[in-house]
């Protein structure tokens, strides 16, 4: 039976390999140690409340994910759908955009979203 801290650590590294961050910069980002991010990563431990809800931030997920794998935000859906997959890849487009992209981006979706008609 796998424990929380294996399932935590799993997470955190899906998530910074999904992703494209490298272990330096996001110790940075977060403001800890590589040393430190190291220990979350590889020996499983857990880090304080202050600093997960950092690491959820830089991430764009939710300290609930990373700590327990799931997030009472959503609802629940099937894992690994297609759908998953591209509101997962849209959130990662959002959390990179400056103010002036983002402004864009949402105009291009309200223009689609309204333009479009389900099949």
């Known amino acids: 039976m796998e424990t929380k801290q294996k399932l935590f650590k799993q ?3 899906d998530e910074l390999n999904y992703q494209g961050i490298s ?3 996001f110790a940075e980002r977060i403001g800890i140690s590589i040393n430190t991010l190291n220990m979350y990563l ?3 431990s857990i880090p304080a409340a202050d600093v997960a809800v950092r690491m959820a931030q830089a991430l764009n997920t939710t300290t609930e994910y990373l700590v327990t794998g799931s997030d009472s935000t959503t609802p629940p859906s099937k894992s690994g759908t297609k759908s998953d997959w591209q509101k997962k890849e849209i959130n990662h487009i959002l959390g990179s955009l400056n103010p002036h992209q983002l402004t864009h981006f949402l105009e291009i979706a309200r223009a689609y979203k309204n333009g479009v ?3």
């Open 23 to 25: 272990k330096l910069d």
């Open 117 to 119: 008609t389900e099949d």
């Open 42 to 44: 590889y020996r499983g």
């Open 11 to 13: 997470r955190l590294s």
